[in-house]
């Protein structure tokens, strides 16, 4: 069951932006392990950033991100986002936010947003 939802995806030319949101309800989004992951066509899903809270937020990107990708997570609002810059054509996928409850083990996703990258 579907609980997320994502928006801010579309077209956008190489060297561009786009901004990725992902809303929550309440309850689901107080677990502490928030990701981006995204899936092109004909391969398999890849983890692209994660966000954890607790004592202390930590943030981890794919190496193929790095310097380019930045998630964050609005609290107030329960929603967490992904500002994509430098976009390039292999940045092409369908972007997915995940929460996990690590206690029960337990993932929740969006349906997904599709982000082509043009050359």
């Known amino acids: 069951q579907v609980q997320l939802v994502e928006s801010g995806g579309g077209l956008v030319q190489a060297g561009g932006s786009l901004r990725l949101s992902c809303e929550a309800p309440g309850s689901i989004f107080r677990y502490n392990v928030r990701r981006w992951y995204r899936q092109a066509p004909g391969k398999q899903r890849e983890l692209v950033a994660t966000?954890?809270?607790?004592?202390?937020?930590?943030?981890a990107y794919a190496d193929s991100v790095k310097g380019r990708f930045t998630i964050s997570r609005d609290n107030g609002k329960n929603t967490m986002a992904l500002q994509m810059n430098s976009l390039k054509p292999e940045d092409t996928a369908v972007y997915y936010c995940n929460i996990r409850n690590t206690f029960a083990a337990q993932d929740y996703w969006g349906r997904g947003t599709q982000v082509t990258v043009s050359s």
């Open positions: 966000i954890t809270s607790g004592g202390r937020t930590n943030y």
